[in-house]
């Protein structure tokens, strides 16, 4: 387990408060493109943290599939296990780990379900095959093979052959999280790495502090 004692310098890359734009969603995409341009695999993966009501925490890896003025957004079967913890506890948390540029950022906020509608586009969206995995599969569930959610699809494909549109699951859609905090961290030589963490006021702006490494 050579891992365990390899040491690796992150660099010289300094991360400084004149560096940031004013606003955290719009610091998070540029360096959202600077992943995508360094070639790196699922720049949109985030690892999503919930906890139940009874303070249990789990996580789990996510693609981010929307990114505007108001926050990150994904889907998720609701009937699965971060979906009902989300709706006991609304508080989580994103990371989104970029090894090879050494950073990663962190978001602190509010899930909110998205409506209906919005729900309805993403879906309408997907491909056919994405679609039909999505209903049969009861997320997050014991099952008794691998062939019993396979057998499902096949069910389901051929009961909607022929059907030009695949209703979205009620149970199915996207959720919303609204940031609170999003710290942007770049690592430096000797573990003395680069944080900034961009906080929300009640007025609507955003506050950066840095935090110690």
């Known amino acids: ?17 004149g560096d940031l734009a004013a ?21 949109n993966a985030m690892v999503v943290g919930t906890v139940d009501s009874e303070s249990r925490p789990s996580s789990r890896t996510v693609l981010l599939k929307g990114l505007d003025s108001v926050g990150f957004e994904f889907v998720t079967n609701y009937r699965s296990l971060k979906g009902m913890q989300l709706a006991e506890n609304p508080g989580v948390s994103l990371l989104f780990p970029w090894y090879p540029l050494n950073r990663q950022v962190i978001v602190l ?21 994405s679609q039909l995995a999505s209903m049969a599969s009861e997320q997050s569930q014991p099952v008794g093979s691998r ?18 549109t695949v209703p979205r699951p ?17 690592g430096r030589t000797s573990r003395l790495h680069d ?3 961009y906080t929300a006021t009640a007025e609507g702006t955003w506050t950066i502090e840095r935090l110690q490494p």
């Open 1 to 17: 387990m050579d891992s365990l004692e390899k040491h690796t310098d992150y660099g010289s890359v300094a991360l400084d408060e």
């Open 23 to 43: 606003n955290p969603l719009d610091q998070f995409a540029v360096w959202l493109d600077d992943a995508e341009r360094a070639g790196i695999y699922e720049p």
């Open 109 to 129: 906020g509010t899930a909110r379900f998205a409506t209906a509608e919005s729900s309805d586009a993403y879906f309408a969206s997907r491909p056919r095959e």
């Open 147 to 164: 062939a019993m959610v396979e057998q499902r699809v096949a069910e389901l494909t051929k009961e909607f052959e022929g059907v030009a």
């Open 170 to 186: 009620s149970w199915w859609g996207g959720v919303r999280v609204v940031p609170r905090s999003i710290e942007f961290w770049q």
């Open 195 to 197: 944080r900034l963490r």
